[in-house]
């Protein structure tokens, strides 16, 4: 018995490293749906090709839906650059903070 291998779905995360306004890019784009009260995310569904896009304020997003990475790369292209008439500003830096380093009493 030899099983059939059959690309499906393909989930992927990738970071814009800016700040969205999804309240107003729901506005202006009809694929885009936005309800923050249900869910902090925007969710963009594209239709060639076939994949949905959940987008963060933050400007990180995972797609899913795609079956190639040609696909993949497509969508993220094309929604990067409609999602760009829309961004705020860069994602702030992540917050780092100092580990604390115990130092012996003499």
Known sequence: MNPVIKIENIVVSADLHA?????ALS???REVDYEP?????AIFKIAEPHVS??????GKMICTGANTEANI?????????????HVIGPSPPPKVVPPKVAVPKS
């Open 19 to 23: 700040e969205i306004d999804l309240y």
């Open 27 to 29: 506005k202006k784009v």
């Open 37 to 41: 009260e249900q869910f902090p995310g």
């Open 53 to 58: 896009i959940i987008l963060f304020k933050n």
């Open 73 to 85: 790369k497509k969508a993220l292209e094309y929604a990067a650059k409609i999602i760009a008439k």
